[in-house]
């Protein structure tokens, strides 16, 4: 089993920045890679970022892409989306995942629900314009 806790959301001004934090206990955290997905009122969820095991790659959805930027700590077991640049329609319920499956995330498989074994609760984003 792995814990996923999100903190971090919270409201924010557009043009304005927020970074959200994802500590993850209960198993080795280089076993995993790392997304964040986010649900946004009335619509489906939609993935935002992700990292690899090691932290070498990473992957950004087109609509945040230059704005947010995923980093993970292994000392700390954390990931991190900084959002800078904020939109209204940024504004969502933003979910840390992890995957033992996924090692790219160029298919659409990997920025899907299924293979992520492991989600956090989530952390409120609003974005005021």
């Known amino acids: 089993q792995v814990q996923l806790v999100e903190s971090g959301g919270g409201l924010v001004q557009a043009g304005g920045s927020l970074r959200l934090s994802c500590a993850a206990s209960?198993?080795?955290?280089?076993?995993?890679?790392m997304a964040w997905f986010r649900r946004a009122p009335g619509k489906e969820l939609e993935f935002v970022s992700a990292i690899s095991k090691s932290g070498g790659s990473t992957y950004y959805a087109d609509s945040v892409k230059g704005r947010f930027t995923i980093s993970r700590d292994g000392a700390k077991n954390t990931v991190y989306l900084q959002m800078n640049s904020l939109r209204p329609e940024d504004t969502a319920n933003y979910y840390c995942?992890?995957?033992?499956?996924?090692?790219?995330?160029?298919?659409?498989?990997?920025?899907?629900?299924?293979?992520?074994?492991?989600w956090g609760q989530g952390t409120q984003v609003t974005v005021s314009s």
């Open positions: 995942a992890a995957s033992s499956r996924c090692v790219v995330y160029s298919t659409s498989y990997c920025k899907s629900l299924g293979p992520h074994e492991y």
């Open positions: 209960g198993r080795t955290f280089s076993d995993y890679s």
